[in-house]
């Protein structure tokens, strides 16, 4: 489609007119306010409306194979034992979506590892209504058993267990900043003409400058890069309510060093629409996704400031890899599956660890609370 045409089309969808009219009422917004309405606006956001359209746009690791999650539940008995097999042990998946990579690992958890199941406490959490609703389909049985719970937020207390989140933080809104000729600014969207545009400001926040000043970062001119003080907002209010246990994240994202070096001078938001990435932000607000890398350093130094110390990441190959050995990857075959189903299931397997692709572009971050030095096998390499 040519720019004029995306243009109006992009004019036409309904949350374009809401920040258009928000913009022409009150100045131009900041960049994290958009994003934040694209994705989660209680009605026309992105993430706000059935899961369907996001199949058109990209897949997760969840959307592979079960594997991924009957890994994860692998993980998540051996954290339970590392604790002292608690009488209750909670697993909390921020942004569970429909419940997908739940019922992968409760379905696992019930029928390979019953000890765990006895003493597991699922939350489900997610802030979609129409997500969450379908919950009700997917987590049937372990809802009515009482094991699993449906939630739109996090619970106050975590006494003993993980919080884990699958591509989540890399969907938190991020404050877009730009070093122009040694002074930081930030990146507003206003409009001209009826077509949104960007323009550089003053920081919206002092927490911004001190975010690269605490990470020792020095951007260089006319570098661009993202901030997320959401993602470290959130890891603070994790830690605070986790009283023993571990955080696991598995996310796209690098180290603050390498994260804002002279690679990414443009920054690392793109928008996803089906299947493909660009940098067309303005593009059909609503209706297409925008995500950024996530800073595992800043996710560790924020951390720790509520009790979190880095237990160690690898990337989801090695994470993968590492669990599945141990039974040679038995774990990978439904019972009773034909030689074609098994050698489809390898296949499948080979695009969640290939180094070329999923394997190496996402990253396991684990955290750790209320216990010394824990060793993980999905930390353990291959």
């Not at 925008?290 to 880095?310: E, I, K, M, P």
């Amino acid at each position: 489609m040519r720019t004029q045409e995306r243009v109006k089309a992009a004019l036409t969808a309904p949350l374009a007119r809401v920040l258009a009219e928000r913009i022409r009422r009150s100045g131009p917004i900041a960049f994290a306010e958009y994003m934040r309405e694209c994705l989660y606006h209680s009605e026309f956001g992105y993430y706000s409306k059935p899961e369907a359209r996001r199949f058109a746009d990209f897949y997760t690791s969840v959307d592979v194979h079960p594997i991924f999650g009957r890994l994860l539940a692998r993980q998540l008995a051996e954290m339970w034992d590392a604790l002292g097999r608690p009488r209750e042990f909670y697993a909390v998946e921020a942004g569970a979506g429909t419940g997908r990579l739940a019922a992968h690992i409760l379905n696992f958890a019930a029928q390979k590892l019953a000890e765990f199941y006895g003493a597991l406490r699922y939350i489900a959490v997610e802030q979609s209504r129409a997500r969450r609703e379908r919950h009700h389909e997917n987590l049937r049985t372990h809802l009515e058993t009482g094991t699993a719970i449906s939630a739109a937020e996090l619970p106050h207390e975590i006494p003993a267990g993980c919080v884990f989140s699958n591509e989540l933080l890399d969907a938190l809104p991020v404050h877009r900043v730009l070093l122009q000729r040694g002074s930081l600014r930030e990146i507003y969207v206003n409009l001209n003409e009826d077509a949104f545009t960007e323009e550089p400001g003053t920081l919206t926040s002092a927490e911004i400058e001190q975010y690269f000043e605490e990470q020792h970062v020095a951007l260089q001119d006319g570098q661009q890069a993202e901030v997320n003080l959401e993602a470290c907002e959130w890891i603070q209010a994790v830690g605070r309510r986790l009283g023993r246990g571990f955080v696991l994240t598995v996310d796209y994202g690098h180290e603050a060093a390498e994260l804002y070096n002279e690679r990414h001078m443009h920054g690392t938001l793109l928008a996803y629409s089906e299947h493909r990435a660009s940098e067309d932000f303005f593009a059909f607000p609503g209706e297409q996704d925008l995500t950024a890398h996530v800073n595992f350093t800043a996710l560790d130094l924020w951390g720790r400031r509520a009790g979190l110390s880095r237990t160690g990441s690898v990337s989801q190959m090695v994470f993968l890899v590492a669990l599945g050995r141990a039974n040679e990857l038995a774990d990978l075959y439904d019972e009773n599956s034909s030689e074609v189903e098994r050698i489809r299931a390898r296949l499948l397997l080979k695009s969640l660890i290939n180094p070329e692709g999923m394997g190496e572009t996402f990253q396991v971050f684990i955290q750790h609370k209320g216990i010394a030095e824990p060793s993980l096998t999905g930390l353990q390499g291959i």
